[in-house]
């Protein structure tokens, strides 16, 4: 996906987020595995709230959605760009597992329930992550499937 194709996406999956969350944003291939990436209005409404939504940094980071999620490296190994695991148990906690764990995954009352069921799973069974570029940070739930993977954007980290 080049960066005018997702311009336009941008523009269609706001329209859809109107009628209903999450919105299928597209599907990426890494080594024949699927990842169909969905934004949620949950997702709209952050990064409005940070006036980060469709801006330039927003789409590279979209674009990093390509290199997949690595189960033999599903953790960050400093400077890299990918899809990657976010621990609970990371000291000192930081704005990324506070906005994943406390504001989203453990409080009740979010869409975390109905995003599990939409994704065919639970809301135990959803793995914390970072859609990482060096611009930004998007965080999101993964859900691992038999044959595909789903990523679904929740908020998003623009601390540095």
Sequence with gaps: MNKDDARRRFGEVEEALARHSP????????????????????FLKKARRTKCWATPRMLTAIQNATYGFDSERPRSRG????????????????EMMRKLFD??????????????????????????????????????VLHRGAKRDDLALVDVDVSP
Aim: charged fraction near 30%.
């Design 23 to 42: 919105a299928e944003f597209g599907v990426f291939e890494r080594d024949g595995r699927p990842l169909h990436l969905h934004l949620t209005d949950r």
């Design 79 to 94: 400077g890299a760009d990918g899809i990657f695991l976010v621990d609970r148990d990371h000291r000192p906690r930081n």
């Design 103 to 140: 504001g989203f995954l453990d409080r009740p009352g979010t869409e975390a329930a109905g995003l599990a069921k939409h994704l065919g799973t639970d809301v135990e069974s959803l793995l914390p992550v970072r859609l990482v570029s060096h611009h930004m940070r998007l965080l999101g």
